[in-house]
């Protein structure tokens, strides 16, 4: 298992870090609010989840320690897989999640691409005496300078999760005028997926 990477952000693209550890370029599976936390050429720590498959070795990276262990509970629930669990996280925070199961919220959770009403109950019931308390006060904000980072990032996130472009481009008009000053690219990015859901 690796726990964490920690080294020099050797690039960034729309749906993965690759970190520079002493020499060697750990490709790491991140969610757009995590990604917008990361500049190549700088520093970073990243708690990591590895997911072995029989063809495959996938590292998913994280904010905190908080969020993977919410990733690694999430795949406790039938149905969700290392992508769906990724995706929740990507429209959702751990503390949002937290309400959403305790709250019984299935509308909150089906926001989320790929959950449906019955798989949002199905969720709910195994996850609910499990998944715990909310702990804080939500994600905290992204700020990222000027408009268009923001505006690329949160498109790239929402065709990172199979959105067209065409659509993306759409969503992120919708929700320009929540951006204000320090545009928040976690909040924009579920603003702008509550907005695909509702079609």
Do not use: N
């Amino acid at each position: 298992m690796i726990a964490f990477v920690r080294g020099r952000v050797a690039a960034v693209t729309l749906s993965t870090a690759v970190v520079d550890v002493g020499g060697v370029g750990f490709e790491v599976q991140c969610t757009p609010a995590t990604l917008a936390t990361l500049r190549e050429g700088a520093s970073a720590t990243l708690p990591t989840s590895m997911v072995v498959r029989e063809d495959s070795l996938t590292l998913f990276g994280f904010l905190d320690v908080e969020e993977r262990a919410t990733f690694e509970l999430l795949q406790t629930a039938s149905g969700v897989g290392p992508k769906l669990a990724q995706a929740m996280l990507a429209v959702l925070g751990p503390d949002d999640l937290r309400r959403a199961v305790a709250g019984e919220d299935v509308k909150t959770l089906t926001r989320v691409p790929g959950i449906g009403q019955k798989g949002a109950q199905r969720i709910i019931l195994e996850l609910k005496d499990r998944i715990g308390p909310v702990v804080g006060a939500g994600r905290p904000a992204l700020p990222t300078p000027g408009e268009e980072p923001w505006r690329e990032q949160v498109t790239q996130g929402l065709m990172g999760l199979g959105w067209s472009a065409r659509d993306a481009a759409g969503a992120v008009d919708a929700v320009a005028d929540q951006a204000g000053d320090r545009p928040d690219v976690g909040a924009l990015l579920r603003a702008a997926l509550r907005t695909l859901a509702r079609g």
